[in-house]
């Protein structure tokens, strides 16, 4: 089983939708949550991270986190055909190691 | 404040040859991370460094790379001989070290532009 699962798309929204991202993890002891953005052909970026149960809000971006199904999710709300991208969801547990997902990759259509 | 800093960008070798890549990170950040990521998939951990110490190196192929991060800065890369699979972009990053919050890791981890190898 792999630690950290995400559905590798192509998700495609139309522009102005909300995409909605979802990534498992394995690890019950996880504690700490990221979302990086990574284009293509560049390094990733942070967008969001999350580390207790409910919903972070961060402008268009909304993380959501629950442990108990092992689960997080990440909305970008309003889409832009500059939120195309690949997204990645990383995961911490009780060390500095961080675990990455395969990513999905969005497209928003103009 | 500067960022990650690698070095080559690219590079093109023959499989069984060695490359080498360099990575400077972020001044003050104690833990150092290279990141194998292959077209289409995840940025895969291939070490981890806390100063100048290996935290994690299970994923790292011990016989054909190595890593060193002398003096606790800047960190160095091997891979020798290279085969085709080795074809990849390697990541370098680094976070900080007072990034715990509550027993919380929540140091941002900061890439490099990344060095892109072909082995052909």
């Known amino acids: 089983q792999k630690e950290v699962e995400q559905n590798s798309g192509p998700l495609s929204v139309p522009e102005g939708a909300i995409a909605s991202l979802n990534c498992t993890y394995s690890?019950?002891?996880?504690?700490?949550f990221f979302w990086y953005r990574q284009y293509s052909g560049k390094s990733p970026e942070l967008i969001m991270s999350i580390y207790s149960n409910g919903d972070k809000e961060d402008g268009r971006f909304t993380a959501q986190l629950n442990k108990a199904s092992q689960y997080v999710s990440l909305l970008i709300r309003d889409s832009q055909p500059s939120d195309s991208a690949t997204y990645l969801c990383a995961v911490t547990s009780g060390t500095y190691k961080y675990i990455f997902g395969t990513g999905t990759r969005l497209k928003v259509l103009a | 404040e500067a960022g990650v800093a690698q070095s080559p960008r690219y590079k093109i070798i023959e499989k069984r040859q060695s490359v080498a890549f360099w990575c400077n990170p972020i001044?003050?950040?104690?833990?150092l991370y290279w990141y194998q990521q292959i077209l289409g998939q995840g940025p895969k951990l291939l070490i981890q460094?806390?100063?100048?110490?290996?935290?994690?190196d299970s994923q790292l192929p011990k016989d054909r790379f190595s890593a060193e991060r002398l003096k606790g800065v800047d960190s160095t890369l091997k891979i020798q001989p290279a085969k085709l699979e080795d074809s990849a972009v390697y990541l370098c990053?680094?976070?900080?070290?007072?990034?715990?919050?509550?027993?919380?890791?929540?140091?941002?981890?900061?890439f490099g532009e990344g060095s892109r190898l072909t082995v052909l």
């Open positions: 690890d019950r002891v996880s504690q700490s």
């Open positions: 001044s003050g950040h104690a833990t």
């Open positions: 460094f806390q100063n100048n110490g290996v935290v994690d």
């Open positions: 990053a680094s976070s900080s070290y007072p990034g715990w919050t509550g027993g919380l890791n929540t140091g941002e981890l900061f």
